[in-house]
C-alpha cells in the first residue's frame, strides 16, 4: 500500500505552510495560531481567529472539494486533509463542521432557501456552527435523544436540553437533532433544524472541563423554529447526521498534534541535565523515547489507512475507529511519559517561573484525556472495531 503523496500533493503542503507561516506576523498571529491550546485549537472562538478564517477563505483553502456549482474548486478530498493537517501543526483553527458537516448536508438536502442563504457564508468563513447533538442521555447512543420538537404554526418548538456542545458560547448558527416522531422507533422520528443562537428561549451554561476547555450545557424553553429552517424532510434526521459522518472523513484525522508533542518532549530532553548529565545520556529514557516514536510511526500508518481507505471511495469506519482509539491513548501516554521524564519542574503551569515548554505538559497532562471522549469514546472505538472489523457479537 503506497502512502506516500503526489508532487502536486507535496507542492500543495508547501504553499499552504509558506501561507502559515507568514500569519505567524500578522497582528491576530498570535492568538490566531496557538499550538498550546491544545483541546480547542480547532476552534475559532475569538475575532483573532475568525479573523485567520476569513484571510483562509480568501485564499482559496475553504471548500476546496465543494462542487464548482456551489463555488467550490472540484479538487479531491485529500487537499481538506492536507489543508488541515497543515492547520493543526501552527495551533490554528481547523476546516471543519462549516464545510463538511453543515454545508454538504445542505448541498444534498437543504431547501434553495437554506442554500443560498447559508452556503455563501461557509466558504467566505462568515459563520460559525455549533452542532446540538448530545444530550445528557444520549451521547454515544444518539438516537436516543429526547429533545422534544412540537409541531406550531409556521415551524416547531423545541423544549429539551442538550449538553456538551462545544462552540454553542460563540457560534452564530444552532445545527440542531431533535425528536419530532415519539411514536417512531427512536431511528426514524428524528429532525435536523437551523437556528439563530440568539433565539429568545435558549439558555446556554458554560461546563469547563478540567482542560481548560470550555463546552456547554443548551436549555430549551418553548424555542421556536420555522419551517424555512427545517433541513431536508421530517424525520429524516438521523440519516442526515450518519451522512454528515462520511463528509467529514478527510478532514478531522490529523497526526500533526501528537508529532509536535513528541517531537517538544524530546526537545525537553535534550536541554535538562539532572545531576549535571543529560537526560538525553540515560538509557532507560532513551528506552521510553524510542517506543514513543514507534507509536507516533504507527498511528501515522493507522492514519493514512483511513485517507487510502476514504479515497478508494469506501467509509473508513473501522480504519477511523482504529486511528481515533490508538491516537487519542497515544496523547495521554505522551503526556505520562513527559510528567516521568521531566519530574516536578513539568507539573508547573505556563504561567509559573521555570515552566517546561511554557508549561504545555502540565496542560497536556489534563487536556488529552478529553481526546479519548469526544467524537467516540475508547470504549465505542473498541466496539466498532470489534463488531465491525472483526464480526464479534454483541454481548448482553
Partial sequence: MNFSFSEEEQQFQHRI??????????PYGADALDFGRWADSQLADTPARREFNRTLAEEGYIGMSWPGKYGG???PGIYDYLANEALAQFGAPLIGKGCGIIGKTLMRHGSEKLKQEFLPRILKAEVEFALGYTEPGAGSDLASLQLKATRSEGGWRLNGQKT???SAHFADWYWVAARTNPEAPKHKGISLFLLPLTQPGLTITPIHT??????????????????DYVVGEIDHGWTYICEA??????SIYTISPLRKAFDMLCESVRKITRDGVALSQDVQIRRRLARLGTEVEAATLLQRRVLMAAASGAIPSVEAAKFKLYSSELGKRLADAALDILGPQALLRCEAPHAIAEGHWEHLYRATPLDTIGGGTS???KNV???RGLGLPLQN
Avoid at 245 to 250: A, H, V
Fill in 17 to 26: 505552510t509558506e501561507f502559515l507561516e507568514a500569519q505567524q506576523h500578522k
Fill in 379 to 381: 470504549e465505542i472505538q
Fill in 73 to 75: 474548486q472540484d479538487m
Fill in 245 to 250: 459522518l462520511d463528509y467529514e472523513r478527510f
Fill in 385 to 387: 472495531i470489534a463488531r
Fill in 210 to 227: 478540567m482542560g481548560d476547555h470550555r463546552t456547554n450545557a443548551v436549555f430549551f424553553d418553548d424555542v421556536f423554529v420555522s419551517d
Fill in 164 to 166: 456538551f456542545n462545544t
